[in-house]
């Protein structure tokens, strides 16, 4: 998913590179990347550390006659960016981890409104998957702690004889644990 909206975000935008780019304190790395043979930068030359100064999509239309970045080593030496936007990927809580960016080698003369506000739009499509991602992998983590719950009761029970049961009051049922039913001796 993630590397068919950096794909979709080269074609939109008609650029080489595209990326999904994440920034800690010290590195920007890459979760998805069109166009570059790096799966992360340091964050000191990124120009991504910039774009999450904002909310608004970041845009440097000529690196090279920018003051901030020409003599960055992405500008003076390969992959030679000339141009650069980048939209926030940010949090329901309003962090900004990283951002969806396109890289050209030429400059350009404009980048529109609209222009930005399709890059914002992919942006949030990124944010949306990173979440149904964390959220997929935080139920995963709840069920294999409650597994190791089960395991633990269970051994607890059976190594002190004892047993649980439970009522769920709207459905009216009654479940017993397997030390229940021998206690009652019952097969579970």
Known sequence: LFDSLTDLAAQTFHTPIALISLVDRERQWFKACVGLDVDHTARDISFCQHAILSDQVFVVLDAAHDERFRDNPLVTG???????????????????????????????????????????????????????????????????????????????????????????????????????????????
Request: with cysteine.
């Open 78 to 188: 390969p992959p030679d960016i000339r141009f650069y936007a980048g939209a926030p990927l940010t949090t329901p809580g309003a962090y900004r981890l990283g951002t969806l960016c396109v890289i050209d080698t030429v400059s350009r003369e404009t980048f529109t409104d609209a222009e930005a506000s399709r890059l914002q739009a992919i942006a949030k499509s990124v944010m949306q998957a990173l979440l149904l991602r964390l959220d997929s992998r935080e139920r995963e983590r709840i069920a294999v702690v409650a597994d190791q719950q089960n395991r633990l009761l269970k051994l607890a029970e059976d190594m002190a004889g004892v047993g649980t049961w439970s009522w769920a009051v709207a459905a009216d049922r009654t479940s017993w644990s397997d030390q229940v039913y021998r206690i009652h001796g019952y097969e579970p």
